[in-house]
C-alpha cells in the first residue's frame, strides 16, 4: 500500500447545514463519474489493483470530522466510514502505511489503524468499532479500525 497522488477531487454538491458536500473523483485528471462525501482531499492511498483509500474532510471549524472511503475505480463506492463526533475536532496528521493497513492521528492523542481485508469480513455493528467511527450499520466490512494511545515522542 502507497500514498498515491494520481487521485483528485473537484465538488459537484455543496455542503449544507444538513448535508455533507461530496466531490467527483478524478483519476490522472479524467472524471470517473464517481462521488465521495468531502469537500477538501486530504490524501489517497494506493491499495491493490484499482481499490483507493480517500481521507476527506469539510473545512467545518470547531466541528471537523474524517471521512475515509474505500473505492474501487471499476465500481465504485464500496464503503465509507467518519470520524469524529459532535463538538470534536481534529487535525489529520503523520499518515503512513505499510503492507495492508494506514497509520495516521486525528483526534485526542490517539493513533488510529485502519486495515484493509481484501474480501469482506463479518462486523457486529455498534460493538466492533472504536469511540469516534460512525458508519451505516451492516454485517460486513472492509476496513477494521484500531486505536493506540499516542507517545510522548510522536505528539
Known amino acids: ?16 447545514e444538513f448535508s455533507q458536500a461530496s466531490s467527483e473523483v478524478y483519476f490522472e485528471n479524467k472524471s470517473t463519474g464517481i462521488l465521495v462525501p468531502g469537500k477538501i482531499l486530504e490524501t489517497v492511498f494506493h491499495i491493490d489493483n484499482d481499490r483507493y483509500l480517500i481521507f ?8 471537523e470530522s474524517l ?15 467518519h470520524l469524529g463526533g459532535e463538538y470534536t475536532s481534529g487535525t489529520f496528521e503523520n499518515a503512513k ?6 497509520h495516521f492521528q486525528f483526534i485526542d492523542d490517539v493513533r ?3 486495515k484493509i481485508s481484501e ?5 457486529i455493528p455498534f460493538l466492533a468499532d ?18 493506540t494511545p499516542v507517545p510522548e515522542k510522536v505528539k
Open 130 to 147: 472504536p469511540k469516534g467511527v460512525i458508519r451505516s450499520s451492516g454485517l460486513k466490512t472492509y476496513m477494521t479500525f484500531l486505536t
Open 119 to 123: 474480501s469482506a469480513r463479518f462486523r
Open 67 to 81: 471521512t475515509i472511503t474505500l473505492l474501487n475505480l471499476n465500481k465504485g463506492v464500496i464503503e465509507v466510514a
Open 1 to 16: 500500500m502507497q500514498q498515491v497522488n494520481a487521485l483528485s477531487l473537484v465538488e459537484n454538491v455543496r455542503q449544507t
Open 112 to 114: 488510529w489503524t485502519i
Open 97 to 102: 502505511a505499510d503492507e495492508d493497513s494506514v
Open 56 to 63: 476527506t474532510t469539510d473545512d467545518v471549524l470547531f466541528e
